[in-house]
């Protein structure tokens, strides 16, 4: 339905995509918005009739859903616009605040509704249990079946993390009505007055869900890191270039779904001109670009591959291994001096390591000296995980 929309009242021909994310969003949300106050209005005359409290809070649940996607209309609008002087790296971040809300919007709807339901538990009242209470929770079920698959689909498409999360809410919607029904049938056929126990089981799993789509926006704003699928494609790419030997110091910066930046450093031979490298970097950074939609800067590190130098490196990093299996090294220069060689190189230690810059470079500088008493070292810890 959604592509239909699109296609023949927006004018649209092609499937969703980066380019036409915006135009996909909000005619989903749209939808969305309209689904879920279609479902409110049914679930509540449903429940007006049964008495049902847990058919309240699914109901309530559904409102709250319509109101997520008016949340996500709003970021979808203001996301679209570019930069300016305030942020200089557009608005793209408004969609991540926008599912933080949602989140909010979520739990606050959970506890409210959740706090009715107990009241139910200690005061129970009788259900009435109809062919059109049954019908109506059915066709809830369906429709939400269907929000699940066109929000999945078209999330993965656009790269929208408030439409991927609409979709886990909309399948958690399904298990929660089904408990729902469940709990309507077990009140009635048992008299055991579970509709309280089940209304007060759906409104944690509504506040379990906004918790956990809180947890993951909270994340995009501080700052998520890359997949490890992404970095091994990012290093596929800048080592498949004759010249690159290595890469390190990736730093990655999500502005948005439309906007993400990369910077790292490359390993090149010092061999190489510096317009040969330069021209080198463009095609690097375009082909980043091409590849996995980023803006990327490369910066070159000079490195000097004779056979002395190789066998210095791999000296150094064998006894860098002994030291702590988990550290690595890179930036590795050789100065020669009347002293001896000094080496200055920087190691990478995992963010899980709790040991002091200090100690780790005492334990370096001893490892070092045992290569070769006359070696001096200048070391740089670097915490990084990728």
């Not at 996909?24 to 106050?37: E, H, M, Q, R």
């Not at 959740?114 to 009241?119: L, V």
């Not at 000094?342 to 100690?359: H, I, R």
């Amino acid at each position: 339905m959604i592509k239909l929309i699109v296609k023949r009242f927006l004018k649209v021909k092609q499937n969703p995509n980066l380019e036409n994310r915006h135009i996909y969003g909000l005619t989903a949300s749209c939808v969305g918005i309209g689904l879920n106050v279609l479902l409110f209005v049914i679930k509540l005359t449903a429940a007006l009739l049964s008495g049902s409290v847990s058919i309240i809070a699914d109901a309530v649940n559904n409102i709250s859903d319509a109101a997520s996607s008016v949340i996500t209309l709003v970021g979808f609008k203001l996301s679209k616009q570019g930069a300016d002087t305030e942020p200089p790296n557009g608005h793209g971040r408004v969609e991540y605040v926008a599912s933080f809300l949602v989140s909010l919007l979520i739990i606050v709807m959970g506890y409210e509704s959740g706090k009715y339901a107990i009241k139910k538990i200690v005061s129970p009242e009788e259900i009435t249990l109809d062919i059109i209470t049954v019908v109506i929770l059915l066709f809830s079920v369906l429709i939400k079946l269907y929000m699940y698959f066109y929000n999945k689909n078209i999330g993965k498409a656009i790269n929208s993390s408030s439409m991927i999360a609409t979709a886990k809410d909309s399948i958690s919607d399904v298990a929660a009505t089904l408990g729902v029904l469940a709990a309507v049938l077990i009140t009635r056929l048992t008299n055991f007055y579970a509709d309280g126990f089940f209304g007060a089981a759906v409104s944690i799993f509504i506040v379990y869900t906004g918790l956990s789509s809180a947890k993951e926006s909270g994340t995009l704003l501080i700052g998520k890191a890359p997949s490890a699928e992404f970095i091994k494609r990012l290093e596929n790419i800048v080592l498949s270039h004759k010249g690159i030997s290595g890469i390190h110091d990736i730093s990655y910066h999500d502005y948005g779904p439309e906007r993400k930046m990369v910077s790292l450093h490359a390993e090149m031979s010092s061999e190489y001109d510096i317009s040969t490298a330069h021209d080198l970097v463009d095609i690097i950074e375009r082909e980043l670009f091409e590849s996995l939609g980023v803006e990327a800067v490369v910066h070159i590190d000079p490195v000097c591959f004779d056979s002395h130098f190789e066998e210095i490196r791999d000296s150094l990093i064998k006894a860098i291994k002994e030291v702590n299996g988990n550290y690595s090294i890179h930036d590795l220069r050789v100065l020669r001096t009347p002293e001896g060689l000094t080496l200055y190189f920087d190691t990478s230690v995992p963010y899980g390591d709790k040991t002091p810059d200090k100690e780790i470079k005492a334990q370096l500088t001893k490892a070092v000296k045992q290569l070769d008493p006359t070696y001096h070292s200048v070391i740089t810890i670097d915490r990084r995980d990728v």
